[in-house]
């Protein structure tokens, strides 16, 4: 599959890597060598999707999940063209994943009411006790320590498989 990627897209710069994820930074496509499954495939096809969009970083909350859904129609296009097929129950738990770490931040951590970004996209404020939190864009980009290469610190990268370790 890899390699009918590269053929396909000589441009993109595929990298190994322990994660799944793009850096639009590095303008690089990191894939996870160590896995072979189903779902790899399914994953690699999704950080194309956002290499081809050229997805940059996002600015609001909102616009992540837009970022999202349009990198798995990307993937979806690009898997009918390769001949395979995506399972839908796997993007709409992906896009869940994110939906719930989107809504975790946006809780009020005071009084549990539902707040919305403010203007600048790292903080939120709560219109029922004003509580204002800060959020980090790229938090769910982490650095790893890693022998393998991974995004650095301060990088956005968009990346599924490290959301599960985030407590917002
Ligand atoms: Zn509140
Ligand atoms: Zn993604």
């Known amino acids: 599959m890899l390699d009918q990627l590269q053929a396909r897209f000589p441009d993109l710069h595929f990298v190994a890597g322990e994660r799944f994820c793009w850096s639009p930074q590095a303008h690089e496509v990191i894939y996870d060598s160590s896995r072979q499954d189903t779902t790899a495939v399914w994953s ?18 909102f616009e992540l999940l837009q970022i999202e859904m349009a990198a798995w129609q990307r993937a979806r296009e690009l898997a009918t063209e390769l001949g395979i097929t995506i399972d839908e129950d796997h993007i709409q738990d992906c896009l869940d994943t994110y939906r719930d770490w989107l809504y975790k931040r946006s809780i009020c951590p005071k ?3 539902k707040a919305l970004q403010q203007n600048n996209h790292t903080r939120y404020r709560c219109f029922n006790c004003h509580t204002v939190w800060q959020v980090t864009p790229s938090r769910f980009c982490r650095a790893y320590r890693a022998t393998k290469k991974t995004a650095s610190a301060g990088e956005t990268v968009f990346s599924a498989a490290n959301l599960a370790t985030i407590s917002a």
Request: charged share 10%.
């Open 44 to 61: 690699l096809l999704h950080e194309t999707g956002h290499a081809l969009l050229n997805h940059q970083s996002y600015l609001a909350d």
């Open 111 to 113: 009084c549990s009411t």
